[in-house]
């Protein structure tokens, strides 16, 4: 049992369980959105005193702060008991399109050349992660959330703005994708 | 301890985010060159039976565990402020390979370095606020 938990889980595993925390938190009287545990965290950190955007109750937030919390305990418990330590299982074509960027093919979860602590450092390294992070960050509170809020939750809803915002991730992903990175590697 | 449900979603969470590879860089890379249908697999499952659930919750106006009604919150109506706040976070979104959640996964993985990428999230979102009143919506 042990042994094929270790082993990569199979796509409708995922979306079965990501459908069902949609639906365990709505019956916790709350609404499955990631990202707005940015803002909460700006909010808890005093932001309210400069910026109105984050002058609220931030306690109220707390309970998703706990889910991010569980999330990371999460990733924790996958790494270290449920992990055989086998790369990513990509396709073929994607592995040849990132060695012609420079990428080798997946020797864990993350390419060395972006997530490797010298590669972090290093300035393009650095900036690449810092300027990625800031665009996922400004553009969910633009975008009023980001894959779980709008992805997920939203189009669920039949939400005709949380699909415009799902094209919007994907104009923006095709850009980075296919014009972006050949500039960047 | 009434978090404590919470917190245990969160590790569910986590686990399934970790154990399907939606934290990996390179399963975002092969869904943006639609090179595998993986991740589509994952969201397209999750919204399936996501629509399903809204629409039983709604028909059978079902309430939560406190007996309070379940509602849901239409989105307010906008263009510019999905297509413009969208593209830029999916600009984002295959730079780092990751949104927001798996951002935070990446931690309990050991993964340091995605420690820039939420300062940089961290960081994008003040700067929204700050300059939220001057943006198209």
Redesign the interface.
């Known amino acids: 049992m042990l042994e094929l938990l270790r082993q990569p889980w199979p796509w409708y595993t995922s979306g079965i369980v990501i459908a069902f925390i949609m639906v365990l938190l709505l019956f916790f009287g709350k609404s499955f959105g990631f990202s707005s545990n940015l803002r909460t965290i700006c909010s808890a950190c005093g932001a309210g005193k400069t910026v109105k955007f984050f002058d609220f109750d931030w306690r109220t937030q707390i309970w998703n702060l706990l889910f991010l919390v569980g999330a990371i305990i999460g990733g924790f418990i996958s790494a270290e008991f449920l992990s055989n330590g086998e790369a990513v299982q990509i396709s073929q074509a994607t592995i040849q399109d990132l060695q012609q960027l420079g990428i080798s093919s997946p020797d864990g979860m993350q390419p060395e050349e972006i997530f490797s602590l010298s590669a972090a450092f290093s300035l393009k390294g650095f900036l690449i992660l810092l300027l990625g992070g800031f665009a996922i960050g400004f553009g969910a509170r633009y975008a009023g959330g980001c894959t779980s809020g709008h992805a997920i939750s939203g189009i669920s809803n039949l939400q005709l703005p949380s699909l415009i915002a799902v094209i919007g991730f994907f104009i923006g992903g095709l850009i980075t994708t296919f014009v972006l990175m050949p500039l960047i590697f | 301890m009434k ?1 404590i ?29 639609f ?5 589509y ?11 399903l ?2 629409f039983l ?1 709604k028909k059978f106006k ?1 309430r ?3 007996g ?1 009604p ?1 509602v ?8 510019p ?21 798996p ?12 420690f ?15 300059l ?1 009143d001057r ?1 198209p919506h």
């Open positions: 978090g449900k919470f917190i245990i979603a969160g590790i569910l969470f986590g686990i399934v985010m970790s154990k399907s590879e939606a934290i990996s860089w390179f399963r975002i890379q092969e869904m943006f060159r090179q595998d249908f993986h991740m697999g994952i969201i397209g499952t999750a919204v399936v039976l996501g629509t659930a809204t919750i079902l939560d565990y406190q309070n379940i849901f919150t239409p989105k307010e109506k906008s263009i402020r999905y297509i413009i706040g969208g593209t830029i976070f999916g600009l984002g979104w295959a730079l780092t390979g990751a949104c927001p959640g951002m935070f996964v990446n931690i309990g993985y050991s993964y340091w370095a995605i820039i990428a939420i300062a940089g999230a961290l960081s994008g979102t003040y700067l929204y606020g700050a939220k943006l």
